[in-house]
């Protein structure tokens, strides 16, 4: 396939009809059917990602977004052309997202390379479309820019202020412990989603964008202003105006993305108490770029940076909130002790340049923290690893209960989502505060990956005023959730990972500061339910069979290993 890296505007990536100048002057005659003359097509070329759909509320104004985009493309002597792609939305897919992340990114990868464009602006938003859209133009490498929806704002409730998804949780819970009516719940689904956007607390949409705005693939600023807001559109047409400036710079990622990058979103992903999602995305999207990253290397940063920011599920305001108090700007400021100075922007300065723009955190608000009085002192997220997980597992332990960080159970297994749906709430099961629940064939091969590691309490004891339980699992829980959860088990049990040996009455040990998790039955027993085994088989076609075959584990950033 002959594709010419040197050709630059509408002349890039030219169709192939075996005669190059009738593949320039067709292109020339179909764009003058749209009103394109030779002035218009002299111009650099910028593509912009639309990811706007029906399905997908959490993109509700990127119509908006894109002409404001393509405003900014103009101003700067540039020529936009928008084109759609896969837009994952959490809420109207199944059975997850997860399952195609990488679906997008090669949706996203394949027409970057296809179409000509000198620069691409990607507009995502929703949990799975910045990363898929990041680890496109990571492994395209053309210069890109990123852009999100922005988060809701909130909502309220009987004069209580609410956000989505982690106060959707917490007031699920309560319906189901007794504590609310069916009349209540309804009143609270209506208030809960005020506006347009992503979850407006720290979930993965929100943390994504932090960590975008981090890596330097964001203009300074971009992360936090809400959908809704004038803020918002100012960042899309100052992305528009910067896409034409990188295109004629030639700055793509190979030459800003770095170790010291992605060390420095690590540090901002502590400070931020941000979603344990982000743990795959940022490997696979350092594997795309040929940078190791591993969970160790997550663990050797949680132990020395602070969580300086106050948004739910770990703490307790909103991303307007953070937004409000200075954003990305702020919080860089206040670690710039901890930030290797030398990372590359799309600005084309040096992260330390930018932070010697920056202020840090002004007293009169108390989202951002500084350093001597942070949240928690060290270590929001955590690996662990034992003879549960010899790869590794994942727990928040911002967002987990303190008395359960250290603790010794027997096990109560479920062998699917689907089984743990049907079963978790019958009495019969006997299940204690003291049991320690199993979800397995939740992960990358066995299920895609949902979010359903974040298991229910028991009906009859949340009606007991139960709130949180040792919960383990190959899946991977939503940014928004919160609880004593050890996510993302590797390897997983389709796979043969130790999870899928686990049977009722079996002890588990978590010790979280020892960053152990164990199964306590000998080596031979397990040897012997190893030959009982029975893994799932590939889907019979499509996609699911490809990404069944091909996806690798957790802690390897659940890309296709052929990517």
């Known amino acids: 396939m002959s594709r010419d890296k040197n050709e630059k505007g509408i002349y890039k990536n030219l169709t192939a009809y075996g005669d190059t100048e009738f593949s320039r002057y067709l292109r020339r005659a179909f764009l003058s059917s749209a009103g394109y003359d030779r002035e218009d097509i002299n111009r650099p070329i910028i593509g912009i990602v639309n990811t706007s759909s029906d399905y997908n509320t959490c993109h509700r104004q ?44 090669m949706d996203t990868e394949e027409m970057i390379r296809a179409q000509p464009m000198d620069a691409v602006v990607l507009l995502g938003g929703c949990d799975k479309t910045v990363p898929a859209q990041s680890m496109a133009a990571i492994s395209a490498d053309i210069p890109a820019v990123q852009i999100v929806a922005g988060s809701m704002l909130t909502g309220h409730w009987r004069g209580e202020r609410l956000g989505a998804c982690t106060d959707c949780r917490r007031l699920w819970a309560s319906f189901r412990a007794g504590e609310l009516s069916q009349e209540e719940i309804c009143e609270i689904e209506e208030s809960l989603c005020a506006t347009g956007g992503t979850c407006m607390v720290m979930g993965t949409a929100s943390t994504m964008a932090c960590l975008l705005e981090t890596l330097g693939l964001m203009l300074p600023g971009g992360a936090s202003p809400p959908h809704a807001s004038g803020d918002r559109l100012k960042n899309c047409v100052a992305s528009g105006r910067h896409a034409v400036e990188l295109a004629r710079s030639d700055l793509k990622p190979s030459k800003i993305l770095t170790r010291g990058s992605f060390v420095n979103a690590l540090t901002v992903l502590m400070a931020i108490g ?67 100075p030398d990372a590359l922007t799309i600005t084309g300065k040096p992260l330390g340049d930018l932070l010697t723009t920056y202020q840090g955190p002004g007293e009169w608000q108390e989202t951002i923290r500084r350093k001597e009085t942070p949240l928690q002192k060290r270590g929001a997220i955590r690996a662990v690893f034992g003879s549960l997980a010899p790869d590794g597992a994942i727990i928040k332990a911002a967002a987990a209960s303190d008395l359960l960080m250290k603790h010794r159970g027997p096990a109560v297994v ?25 979800l397995r064939n939740g992960g990358p091969v066995g299920a895609g990956m949902p979010e359903a590691g974040s298991l229910p309490i028991p009906k009859y004891l949340a009606e ?19 609880g004593t959860i050890v996510l993302h088990c ?59 075959e091909h996806v690798l584990q957790a802690h390897q950033g659940c890309d296709l290993d052929f990517l």
């Open 62 to 105: 990127m119509p908006e977004m894109v002409d404001t985009v393509k405003r900014g493309v103009l101003e700067a002597g540039g020529l936009p052309f928008a084109f759609p792609t896969i837009s994952l939305n959490e809420i109207l897919t199944s059975p997850t997202t997860m399952l195609f992340r990488n679906l997008q990114a």
């Open 274 to 340: 941000g979603s344990t999602n982000a743990i795959v995305h940022l490997i696979a999207m350092a594997r795309r770029a040929n940078i190791e990253l591993s969970l160790q290397d997550f663990n050797d940063v949680s132990q020395k940076t602070p969580m300086l920011v106050d948004c739910k599920p770990a703490g307790k305001g909103y991303m307007e909130d953070f937004h409000n108090a200075g954003g990305m700007k702020v919080l860089l400021k206040e670690l710039e002790p901890l930030l290797d």
């Open 464 to 482: 007991q005023g139960i709130k949180d339980m040792v919960r383990v699992s190959d899946a991977r829980m939503s940014g928004t959730a919160y």
């Open 414 to 438: 479920f062998e699917s989502p689907a089984d743990a749906a049907d079963r978790i709430d019958d009495p019969r099961l006997g299940i204690t505060p003291d049991h320690v629940m199993i």
């Open 490 to 548: 590797s390897p997983e049990a389709a796979v043969g990972g130790p999870l899928a040996l686990v049977r009722d009455g079996d002890l588990i040990e978590l010790d979280v500061e020892e960053g152990r998790i164990d199964l306590m039955v000998s080596p031979e027993e397990l040897k012997q339910r190893e030959a009982d085994l029975d893994l799932p088989k590939a889907p019979a076609r499509g996609w699911l069979k490809l990404h069944h």
